[in-house]
């Protein structure tokens, strides 16, 4: 199974926010659109970095009393790991492992193809096994007409 299969299922919108954004405004954001990441664009629209629900979580516990003023461009992460919609779901499930991750957004010809989480990773999978166990299931109780 490849990326671009749970693309074509959960589709390709991303939540986004600017690195002038600040942390407060970045947590509102998080609770309206119920994601896990956002990731923080450049003027010319592109990716600059991105920002977790745990990278807030520090900010809070370091500057609590900034969470209005300070930009996410100081908390996000900057070294970002993308992957492309040709990945096979475990390698890119390997990467997030390796480098304790939870979302990876998805680059297409240099440009946002949408963003992966760990949670659609494990959905698709075991959409996936459960598929095939029926299939064997239905093969050895001789369903299927041979």
Same mark, same amino acid.
């Given at each position: 199974?490849?990326?671009? @299969?749970?693309?074509?299922?959960? %589709?390709? @919108?991303?939540?986004?926010? #600017?690195?002038?954004?600040?942390?407060?405004?970045?947590?509102?954001?998080?609770?309206?659109?119920?994601?896990?990441?956002?990731?923080?664009?450049? %003027? #010319?629209?592109?990716?600059? %970095?991105?920002?977790?629900?745990?990278? /807030?979580?520090?900010?809070?516990?370091?500057?609590? @009393?900034?969470?209005? #003023?300070?930009? /996410?461009?100081?908390?996000?992460?900057?070294?970002?790991?993308?992957?492309? *919609?040709?990945?096979?779901?475990?390698?890119?499930?390997?990467?997030?492992?390796?480098?304790?991750?939870?979302?990876? *957004?998805?680059?297409?010809?240099?440009?946002?193809? %949408?963003?992966?989480?760990?949670?659609?990773?494990?959905?698709?999978?075991?959409?996936?096994?459960?598929?095939?166990?029926?299939?064997?299931?239905?093969?050895?109780?001789?369903?299927? *007409?041979?």
């Amino acid at each position: 199974m490849k990326v671009k @299969d749970i693309l074509a299922e959960k %589709g390709t @919108d991303v939540a986004t926010i #600017t690195g002038d954004t600040t942390v407060w405004q970045a947590m509102n954001k998080f609770a309206a659109q119920k994601v896990g990441s956002l990731l923080v664009l450049g %003027g #010319t629209g592109n990716i600059i %970095g991105i920002i977790a629900a745990r990278d /807030v979580l520090m900010s809070v516990l370091k500057h609590r @009393d900034k969470l209005d #003023t300070m930009p /996410v461009s100081e908390i996000m992460t900057k070294d970002i790991i993308v992957a492309s *919609p040709d990945d096979d779901l475990d390698y890119v499930e390997a990467i997030m492992t390796e480098n304790r991750i939870r979302h990876v *957004p998805i680059i297409e010809n240099k440009a946002l193809a %949408g963003i992966v989480s760990i949670g659609d990773l494990v959905k698709a999978q075991l959409k996936q096994t459960s598929v095939e166990n029926r299939y064997l299931r239905d093969f050895i109780e001789g369903k299927y *007409p041979a």
